[in-house]
């Protein structure tokens, strides 16, 4: 059990360190930090553990393209962007995955914040997932947290090619060369890590103060390989434009986590040519 709660706590702080960055971009008091005295607004007295909430050393759900994922993937049918009809939107949607599940796991107000499926300390495992903190949950679920709910038709579109198409793993990593299917968008930057691709869109500063151009970094915006569509390609998912581990974007937009702050609408036009 020792040896156990040692390797809880050396997870908590690759997770806290190597997926939040700094100490000053990190969960710990941030709004995703639901353990006692944390910056959460709902809260629970059940356990000091930050990560768990998302994240376990044993026993993680595989089914998430999300490192050691710690709960139930929802199975809530959602009701999608392109059932709009809208003429401007020339993208292909995949069904609701990859990353963008992971965060709809609470986002999407099915299930309690504190669902998991491994519980701290011994004999906490559940695979179709329990609360942390039962008692507190009435508290929990009042928050004003963001609560998509199963009508995703009024937020930015998710599980969408990016860019209209165009990109496959086919291409040669560097800046796609090719043609997209909108021409309004900035072309994305392809690498290939343990023989699998990668994109991203190089955010604004990168090559000078903001960091580097053309190697995919935390506050770039990042897109998530899928082959739903017949090809492997890039796609637009919630942590396109989300860091939920950093909290540190400057301003009123602190609490949505974005990877860089909005300002004159740069997270906007990192991909949008307007």
Request: charged share 15%.
């Amino acid at each position: 059990m020792k040896t156990l709660k040692i390797l809880q706590r050396g997870l908590c702080a690759a997770l806290l360190l190597g997926l939040g960055g700094s100490a000053g971009a990190q969960i710990v008091t941030s709004q995703h930090d639901l353990t006692v005295g944390g910056g959460g607004q709902g809260s629970t007295a059940n356990t000091t553990e930050v990560c768990v909430f998302c994240h376990t050393p044993h026993g993680a759900v595989t089914g998430a393209p999300v490192p050691l994922w710690n709960k139930v993937l929802p199975s809530t049918s959602y009701t999608r962007y392109s059932s709009l009809n809208l003429v401007s939107f020339d993208s292909t949607e995949a069904p609701v995955g990859s990353v963008s599940l992971a965060c709809l796991s609470c986002h999407d107000g099915t299930q309690a914040m504190d669902v998991v499926v491994n519980s701290p300390g011994s004999g906490g495992y559940n695979p179709a997932g329990s609360e942390i903190d039962p008692v507190a949950i009435g508290v929990m679920t009042g928050i004003p947290v963001p609560t998509l709910g199963s009508d995703l038709t009024d937020d930015h579109p998710i599980s969408m090619q990016y860019g209209g198409g165009g990109a496959t793993d086919a291409d040669a990593d560097g800046t796609f060369a090719g043609i997209l299917g909108d021409p309004d968008f900035t072309p994305p930057e392809k690498a290939t890590i343990n023989s699998s691709p990668i994109w991203w869109i190089d955010s604004p500063g990168d090559g000078g103060s903001g960091g580097n151009a053309n190697v995919r970094e935390k506050q770039d915006m990042l897109l998530y390989s899928r082959d739903d569509l017949g090809a492997v390609q890039p796609f637009v998912e919630c942590a396109s434009c989300h860091d939920p581990h950093n909290s540190s974007t400057a301003g009123p937009t602190s609490v949505a986590f974005l990877r860089i702050p909005n300002t004159d609408s740069q997270i906007c036009t990192s991909c949008h040519l307007k």
